[in-house]
């Protein structure tokens, strides 16, 4: 499931945006990409068209922020409905998912109980986590499909 460190960043990234409990946003998600997939060629200044992200910030109350979105080179006209924001530069450590993406939990499972434990590594809380669905991803519903989860870490001190 490792695959590499990477540093990345910054970045800007337009897309939609949920909100919800952590046991609601898997739920919730789909809803929210009913609504925006139909409405990606209306992002202006797309830089990667075969790369979509899935922006996670953790958010007070036991809610997770999730944003579906798109890397841009400059920020104009953001459609109605839709944020830009920032992706700070990190180091993360890159996890890779295959399968269908209902599944993706065990892939953050194995980074919180296997592979921080066993590296000198700790997860950055302040700075997003990123699932990137790039040229292979070939859709949630697809065994050989292929995403991958960016953590941001830092040496534990």
Known sequence: ??????TKGPFTVIG???SAPCDEIKTAIPAMLKTHLPRIPQIKNTTKSDTAYG?????????????????????EDVPEGMISTEIPEAEY??????????NIKDAYKYFEETWLKENDYERVAD?????????E???????????EIYFPVQKKN
């Open 1 to 6: 499931m490792f695959s590499r460190f990477e």
């Open 16 to 18: 939609s945006q949920v």
């Open 55 to 75: 922006v996670v910030y953790p958010e007070k109350e036991g809610k997770v922020a999730f944003i579906f979105a798109h890397e841009v080179s400059k920020v």
């Open 93 to 102: 450590a890159v996890i890779v998912h295959k399968g269908l993406i209902l």
């Open 127 to 135: 700075k997003p986590l990123l699932e990137v669905y790039g040229s």
């Open 137 to 147: 991803f070939k859709g949630g519903m697809f065994e050989d499909s292929v995403a």
